[in-house]
T-cell receptor, first 114, second 117 residues
Framework: DGGITQSPKYLFRKEGQNVTLSCEQNLNHDAMYWYRQDPGQGLRLIYYSQIVNDFQKGDIAEGYSVSREKKESFPLTVTSAQKNPTAFYLC?????????????FGPGTRLTVL | AQKVTQAQTEISVVEKEDVTLDCVYE???????LFWYKQPPSGELVFLIR??????QNEISGRYSWNFQKSTSSFNFTITASQVVDSAVYFC??????????????FGAGTRLAVHP
């Protein structure tokens, strides 16, 4: 089945550690996105990529990094510089990065810093 | 500046009641897109509908209907004869259609709907 997979579902991190969240899609979409969701809030954009080997910062990129070496993969690294990383992270993709295209979402990764 | 406001934080209804979720948006663009997504307890966002700014026709899909009014900058969502399976957080989102812009979704804070048997 076509879709977006994220792993792991739950992730625990000690303070000071970097962790990488995986996002893979087999929809042949050009654009991919990472969002952060905090309790009682909407989603906020961390990074987005409109095409392979290109990515741009979203609204809350500080303390995060990404890569886009393959069309189907867009991993997110939460670095130790991220002050408050505990949150629910959602990956999404759309057929292109053009405005108005529906974004398809993965099941999310819940990150907890111990 | 672009903004999406969902003033209802939580709504609780009994099964079979009708319920309307409000969404008010702000944008300076004349071309834009509005979305509704459902987030069940599992966490994954499920796409429900997309509307562009040039199409103000209301839409009905089964028990779901949407009312888009540019005059009041609103895009409200009604569930008729609610069911327990409708319990979820519902998000309204806005995407502006600037030339060369990317597909940035601006989300409201969401409305948590609880449908009780």
């Amino acid at each position: 089945d076509g879709g977006i997979t994220q792993s792991p579902k739950y992730l625990f991190r000690k303070e000071g550690q970097n962790v990488t969240l995986s996002c893979e899609q087999n929809l042949n979409h050009d654009a991919m996105y990472w969002y952060r969701q905090d309790p009682g809030q909407g989603l906020r954009l961390i990074y987005y990529s409109q095409i392979v080997n290109d990515f741009q910062k979203g609204d809350i990129a500080e303390g995060y990094s990404v890569s886009r070496e393959k069309k189907e993969s867009f991993p997110l690294t939460v670095t130790s510089a991220q002050k408050n990383p505990t949150a629910f992270y959602l990956c999404a993709s759309s057929i292109t990065g053009g405005a108005g295209n529906e974004q398809f979402f993965g099941p999310g990764t819940r990150l907890t810093v111990l | 500046a672009q903004k999406v406001t969902q003033a209802q934080t939580e709504i609780s209804v009994v099964e079979k009641e009708d319920v309307t979720l409000d969404c008010v948006y702000e944008t300076r663009d004349t071309t834009y897109y509005l979305f509704w997504y459902k987030q069940p307890p599992s966490g994954e966002l499920v796409f429900l509908i997309r509307r562009n700014s040039f199409d103000e026709q209301n839409e009905i899909s089964g028990r779901y209907s949407w009312n888009f009014q540019k005059s009041t900058s609103s895009f409200n969502f009604t569930i008729t004869a609610s069911q327990v399976v409708d319990s979820a957080v519902y998000f309204c989102a806005l995407s502006e259609g600037r030339s060369g812009g990317y597909n940035k979704l601006i989300f409201g804070a969401g409305t948590r709907l609880a449908v009780h048997p």
